[in-house]
């Protein structure tokens, strides 16, 4: 939890969006934008957003000269992948496959797990991502699963752990999801982890284990977060989960670049959502952009960096990477709002998230980012903030980042500890499993 109060003060400018606007087609996203207000946080909750506030005990934080959005939502990253930082920049997918997960995925150990995804976590933190979904497909045993939950743990960041296998797996410990969700995830209590399923999916697994991970979820009331395409085994994967009366409500189906329309129409009717990763999808070839597609679907959608192994790990790479390549697939251009929307409210939405962040509205968890307004790249800023911030910013940007309430970086430095042995861990796992 937060400290007991906090009030960023006299904000040059906040941006926001109304949890009760419409995101989907035909409307685009509208920003509020509203300078001059003050943002009052207790007990790690947001109170009051208002003009004046009083700061009786709490501990100021001077926003006259910042930038102040919710903070982003990463829905789609592999965080064990960061001690393999820039290895495939020069890879398609098959080639990714073979070398990350065919061949350096099993050096991991869990030490090495822990190492990577704990750096991969604040990463997210110093570049204003406060919530990710960890698509955790690295479980080779229950003590890698420990160390991917207790990397997350000590990070501080906001996550959903996505319990997943390797790709090339042949076996499935279905006991340990179990073991995990009981130890870790009793209960939601309104904590900073949760928990879902990351299986294969249809699109690369035989039916027989489809049916058996979706029943588990099912049993562990767990949500469902899958990779999904014309794969080898299904090329209709959506259709397949239809079929099997396994379509569910609230899964996030990843990438999606070359499912018909068909098939986007089903997870339209499902309550489906889809998460993409614009930088990955258009590096390594998944297929064409996905946001007018979705859009004309009425499918709701985040944003994902997917493997720092190939793009930079930053929302602001990965917003512009959206909005250009937006340009280029089918259906409607998205406009700079509705890619900020995706990065910060719209994830929410699609990881069942929005009750709780999101948005700066009064009742949600205080996550938040403070950007340095009066920066040169920033400047002037008053023509057109969203656009500003979604074309030109970047991670020094960053002053600020709130997690429920606590300060995890200020003026421009994270405040984690113990950053030099966890800085060495990381390097020497990155030197051995890439030898």
């Known amino acids: 939890m937060g400290a007991?109060?906090?009030?960023?003060?006299?904000?040059?400018?906040?941006?926001?969006?109304?949890?009760?606007?419409?995101?989907g087609p035909p409307a685009s996203a509208v920003p509020t934008v509203r300078s001059g207000v003050d943002l009052l946080i207790e007990d790690g909750r947001i109170v009051e957003v208002g003009v004046g506030l009083p700061a009786g005990a709490a501990e100021v934080i001077d926003a006259s000269d910042r930038v102040v959005l919710p903070g982003?939502?990463?829905?789609?990253?592999?965080?064990?992948?960061?001690?393999?930082?820039?290895?495939?920049?020069?890879?398609?997918?098959?080639g990714y496959l073979e070398l990350v997960?065919?061949?350096?995925?099993?050096?991991?150990?869990?030490?090495?797990?822990?190492?990577?995804?704990?750096?991969?976590?604040?990463?997210?933190?110093?570049?204003?991502v406060t919530t990710v979904q960890d698509y955790a497909h690295a479980m080779r045993s229950p003590d890698h699963a420990d160390a991917a939950v207790s990397a997350l743990e000590a990070s501080g960041i906001r996550a959903v752990f996505g319990y997943g296998f390797p790709v090339f797996s042949t076996s499935r410990d279905l006991a340990d999801i179990r073991r995990v969700r009981e130890r870790y995830f009793p209960s939601d209590d309104g904590g900073l982890l949760t928990m879902a399923l990351s299986p294969m999916g249809p699109s690369y697994s035989p039916i027989e284990s489809v049916r058996e991970d979706w029943k588990l979820a099912r049993e562990l009331e767990l949500p469902i977060a899958v990779h999904v395409g014309a794969?080898?085994?299904?090329?209709?994967?959506?259709?397949?989960?239809?079929?099997?009366?396994?379509l569910t409500a609230g899964t996030v189906y990843v990438h999606?670049?070359?499912?018909?329309?068909?098939?986007?129409?089903?997870?339209?009717?499902?309550?489906?959502?889809?998460?993409?990763?614009?930088?990955?999808?258009?590096?390594m070839g998944h297929g064409a952009p996905?946001?007018?597609?979705?859009?004309?679907?009425?499918?709701?959608?985040g944003l994902g960096v997917d493997v720092v192994t190939a793009t930079a790990g930053d929302m602001f790479t990965l917003m512009r990477a959206a909005l250009v390549t937006g340009y280029l697939g089918e259906g409607s251009r998205p406009?700079?709002?509705?890619?900020?929307?995706?990065?910060?409210?719209?994830?929410?939405?699609?990881?069942?998230?929005?009750?709780?962040?999101?948005?700066?509205?009064?009742?949600?968890?205080?996550?938040?980012?403070?950007?340095?307004?009066?920066a040169p790249n920033l400047l002037p800023l008053h023509h057109d903030p969203v656009g500003t911030v979604v074309s030109s910013?970047?991670?020094?940007?960053?002053?600020?980042?709130?997690?429920?309430?606590?300060?995890?970086?200020?003026?421009?430095?994270?405040?984690?500890?113990?950053?030099?042995a966890a800085h060495e861990a990381l390097l020497a796992a990155a030197h051995r499993i890439a030898r």
């Open 231 to 246: 794969g080898p085994v299904a090329e209709r994967p959506i259709a397949t989960l239809e079929r099997e009366g396994l």
């Open 335 to 374: 406009s700079p709002a509705d890619v900020l929307r995706a990065a910060t409210l719209g994830g929410a939405e699609i990881l069942g998230l929005a009750g709780r962040i999101g948005s700066l509205r009064p009742g949600k968890r205080a996550d938040l980012v403070l950007l340095r307004a009066d």
């Open 101 to 128: 997960a065919g061949r350096l995925g099993p050096r991991f150990t869990p030490d090495d797990l822990r190492a990577s995804a704990y750096f991969g976590a604040l990463e997210c933190l110093d570049a204003g």
């Open 393 to 420: 910013a970047h991670p020094g940007n960053v002053d600020t980042v709130i997690v429920d309430g606590r300060v995890v970086k200020r003026a421009g430095a994270l405040v984690a500890g113990g950053l030099p």
């Open 256 to 283: 999606a670049n070359s499912l018909p329309d068909e098939e986007l129409r089903r997870i339209a009717s499902s309550g489906g959502s889809v998460a993409i990763a614009p930088a990955v999808e258009a590096q």
């Open 290 to 301: 996905m946001i007018g597609r979705l859009r004309a679907a009425g499918i709701g959608y």
């Open 4 to 23: 007991s109060r906090l009030l960023v003060s006299g904000i040059a400018c906040l941006i926001d969006f109304d949890d009760a606007a419409p995101s």
């Open 72 to 94: 982003f939502v990463d829905t789609h990253r592999h965080l064990w992948l960061t001690a393999l930082r820039a290895l495939t920049t020069e890879t398609d997918l098959g």
